[in-house]
């Protein structure tokens, strides 16, 4: 694993309705699906952001590694948006270890464990402590059908324990959907108002 890594995870979804969503939040932060930048272009800041897609693992999970890791929660609170009935796990690792993770749904950050700024959202979302892990054990976790254990984690915390990102990343089951990016799939994005992609 790089050094720094952003991992998108979306449960139960095929790869295809996956990449037009993702399409579609992309879109919103004023980008298009573009070809691979031409061998030897300058590319100005922020002009592309690049993807690896996989499609659903063993345990049911869909995967987009992001290049640009310090966009990861942006981008999943914009895909979030855009995708109905489906909530948006997003993890971020540095130096090998999961420093943060993020659940979104329709637009909302659920909740949040390890230590990011949130600049994504004007809030400070919930923290992963047992109440509210246990409510997102009884809505969200059952409603999409995932299981994990995230109610036994919360049940083995005392009320005022707070769960790290590892925790609940391996409550969820996703360490094996976001291990590696073998058999990924890149697709690349432009921004609109870039030159090359206007002249294209």
């Given at each position: 694993?790089r ?7 979306v449960?139960?979804i ?17 980008y298009?699906p573009?070809?691979k ?5 300058e ?8 993807f ?8 049911g999970?869909?995967?987009a ?5 310090r966009?990861?929660?942006?981008y ?15 993890v971020f690792?540095?130096s090998g270890?999961c ?20 600049s ?5 979302p ?6 509210n892990?246990k ?9 999409e059908g995932i299981k ?5 984690a919360a ?28 058999g990924c ?6 921004r609109?108002?870039?030159?090359l992609?206007l002249?294209s």
């Amino acid at each position: 694993m790089r050094e720094q890594t952003g991992v998108v995870n979306v449960f139960n979804i095929n790869l295809r309705p996956f990449r037009e969503f993702l399409i579609g939040a992309m879109r919103l932060d004023g980008y298009e699906p573009f070809k691979k930048p031409p061998v030897n272009y300058e590319p100005v800041s922020e002009e592309f952001r690049l993807f690896c897609l996989r499609g659903e693992s063993a345990g049911g999970w869909t995967t987009a590694f992001i290049r640009e890791v310090r966009w990861i929660f942006h981008y999943s609170l914009l895909l979030s948006r855009v995708m109905k009935d489906k909530s948006v796990f997003a993890v971020f690792y540095a130096s090998g270890k999961c420093a943060s993770a993020k659940i979104y749904r329709d637009g909302s950050c659920l909740i949040k464990a390890g230590e990011d700024g949130d600049s994504e959202i004007p809030y400070d979302p919930p923290p992963a402590n047992p109440y509210n892990l246990k409510m997102l054990s009884d809505t969200v976790l059952r409603r999409e059908g995932i299981k994990s254990g995230v109610e036994e984690a919360a049940g083995k915390m005392d009320a005022d324990d707070v769960i790290e990102a590892d925790e609940l990343i391996n409550a969820l089951s996703l360490f094996g959907a976001c291990a590696d990016r073998e058999g990924c799939e890149e697709i690349w994005f432009i921004r609109r108002d870039s030159a090359l992609y206007l002249n294209s």
